[in-house]
């Protein structure tokens, strides 16, 4: 294992064809597609790796200027799929990871057959004409919560994110993903994020795209998932599940895991 696929945590399972890659998003790791794997690694191979500042990553490999932008992360992607040889894979990717996923299709879609999003943004705050689901108060309130009290944030987050009560087995699991990140690592990550506007890239993306999206999501409203649809360059399908929360494949597996797989393993007619 080179030190690139050791920093990130990457794992590779089964065999076959297409090369499936699962990329997490902000709060979470590799944990978080526990229920999709089972059902990929039967006739795919399936990459998972963990995002630079994740909980099991060494938070002394965390460069806080690299990770001020979502292109820092785009080509630790690249970097990946370049030492494990991958020259073509369906990629997979939760909130960040799916913008992480087309801004490094843009430079190198030959790598790329395909991209499913799951409740991808752009942008999160709201513009003229843009409804991203925040505005930029409630984000400065986020990001001083997470200053005075990560812990207490992390208690609060959590079920709004899941969109479930504290007892839940999704709500305890991302809290425990939460958790095992550094407070000030998570603080830069959720400021690069929330902070983020990527939607020039849009019209720059050739790779066909599966955008699906929660019926209901407290961090991305459903209009920006038909946002997504009318502005990418590339041939695009919607699909907005009857799911609630920004971590379907973690709240509701049994609606979102064959949606996934639908997506996935089948060129449906663009």
């Known amino acids: 294992m080179g030190i690139l696929q050791e920093a990130h945590n990457v794992r590779v399972l089964g065999s076959g064809n297409p090369t499936v890659v699962l990329a997490h998003g902000f709060g979470t790791d590799q944990s978080v597609w526990k229920h999709l794997v089972p059902h990929l690694v039967g006739d795919h191979r399936?990459?998972?790796?963990?995002?630079?500042?994740?909980?099991?990553?060494?938070?002394?490999y965390f460069d806080f200027e690299r990770y001020a932008t979502i292109e820092g992360y785009a080509y630790d992607?690249?970097?990946?799929?370049?030492e494990l040889r991958i020259t073509s894979c369906i990629f997979v990717g939760h909130s960040v990871?799916?913008?992480?996923?087309?801004?490094?299709?843009?430079?190198?879609?030959?790598?790329?057959?395909?991209?499913?999003?799951?409740?991808?943004?752009p942008r999160y705050l709201n513009d003229v004409d843009y409804f991203g689901g925040f505005e930029q108060g409630e984000l400065n309130q986020l990001f001083e919560a997470m200053k005075s009290n990560y812990k207490a944030w992390v208690s609060g987050f959590a079920p709004l994110a899941v969109g479930d009560d504290l007892n839940s087995v999704a709500v305890q699991e991302f809290s425990r993903t939460l958790f095992n990140i550094r407070p000030d690592i998570a603080l830069n990550v959720?400021?690069?994020?929330?902070?983020?506007?990527?939607?020039?890239?849009?019209?720059?993306?050739t790779v066909p795209c599966h955008i699906l999206q929660s019926s209901k999501d407290l961090a991305v409203p459903v209009?920006?998932?038909?946002?997504?649809?009318?502005?990418?360059r590339c041939m695009s399908i919607v699909e907005v599940m009857s799911?609630?929360?920004?971590?379907?494949?973690?709240?509701?597996?049994?609606?979102?895991?064959?949606?996934?797989?639908?997506?996935?393993?089948?060129?449906?007619?663009?």
């Open 46 to 60: 399936v990459v998972l790796y963990d995002n630079m500042g994740a909980g099991p990553t060494n938070p002394d």
């Open 77 to 82: 992607l690249l970097a990946i799929l370049e």
């Open 97 to 121: 990871s799916a913008i992480i996923g087309l801004l490094a299709s843009i430079s190198r879609p030959d790598l790329f057959s395909k991209i499913v999003t799951v409740s991808a943004s």
């Open 190 to 205: 959720a400021q690069t994020i929330f902070m983020c506007d990527l939607r020039q890239y849009l019209g720059m993306v």
């Open 223 to 232: 209009v920006v998932s038909e946002y997504l649809h009318r502005h990418l």
């Open 243 to 270: 799911s609630e929360g920004h971590l379907p494949q973690l709240s509701s597996p049994d609606i979102v895991i064959p949606v996934l797989l639908k997506h996935i393993k089948y060129d449906i007619a663009l």
